[in-house]
């Protein structure tokens, strides 16, 4: 059962433009949403996240939506770069009674921002 | 700052051995790290979260005689896999945070590339 889901494996940007990379998930104890972005070889990198309480967080190029009710969330690039060029995880985060909580992943989404 | 460090980069090792993978918070104590395992094209797996000095918690359908874990410190997790055989072959990454309940994110490793002949 994925409550993780990225739907697009790949997407194709000109340099320039905006990149939209989407995830949607089930479960509504999610509380925490978080993007990384991933290089080959390496672990995954913090971009930006959001809580549950807020529909939209800004960092610099990096933008996070959050549509609670469609249990939908993404992350807008603006403008998009070459180095930008990743994969990109959505993460979800559950807390649990005692104190432990968890993040679940999408299975991400392949950026590839082009000149 | 909350930088985590992996240790090794990549192992390659006859079948029946064990394996021991390390990983450090460099500049912050984190109380609390997470083992995951990745599959080619896959997304990162949680097997288990470990909290200093007390027992991993590993999540269903995860062998906790088979991947030991131990957290002695606020900067070291080790992640064993024992008696190795060539389907525990994947990419294992850990990550780190400090406290729990704090809306801040997971530190990653640069994870370590199991190959098991």
């Known amino acids: 059962d994925q409550q993780v889901k990225q739907n697009s494996p790949s997407l194709s940007v000109q340099e320039g433009r905006i990149s939209i990379l989407n995830c949607d998930y089930t479960?509504?104890?999610?509380?925490?949403f978080l993007w990384y972005k991933k290089y080959p070889a390496e672990g995954p990198t913090f971009l930006i996240s959001?809580?549950?309480?807020?529909d939209k967080n800004e960092d610099g190029r990096f933008t996070v939506f959050l549509n609670k009710s469609a249990k939908h969330l993404s992350l807008h690039i603006v403008p998009s770069q070459p180095g930008d060029s990743a994969v990109y995880f959505c993460?979800?985060?559950?807390?649990?009674?005692?104190?432990?909580?968890?993040?679940?992943f999408g299975t991400g989404t392949q950026l590839k921002v082009e000149l | 700052g909350a930088v985590v460090s992996q240790h090794p980069s990549r192992v390659i090792c006859k079948s029946g051995t064990s394996v021991k993978i390390e990983c450090r918070s460099l500049?912050?104590?984190?109380?609390?790290m997470f083992w995951y395992r990745q599959f080619p094209k896959q997304s990162l797996m949680l097997m288990a979260t470990?909290?200093?000095?007390?027992?991993?918690?590993?999540e269903q359908g995860v062998e906790k005689d088979k991947f030991l874990i131990n957290h002695a410190s606020l900067t070291l997790s080790t992640l064993t896999v024992t008696s190795a055989h060539p389907e525990d072959s994947s990419f294992y990454i850990c990550?780190?945070?400090?406290?729990?309940?704090?809306?801040?994110?997971?530190?990653f490793g640069d994870g370590t590339r199991l190959s098991i002949l």
């Open positions: 959001i809580s549950s309480i807020k």
């Open positions: 479960n509504s104890m999610f509380d925490y």
């Open positions: 990550s780190a945070i400090t406290g729990g309940y704090s809306n801040q994110p997971q530190h």
């Open positions: 470990s909290n200093e000095g007390s027992k991993a918690t590993y």
């Open positions: 993460a979800a985060r559950e807390h649990f009674a005692g104190g432990g909580n968890k993040l679940t």
């Open positions: 500049d912050f104590q984190a109380t609390t």
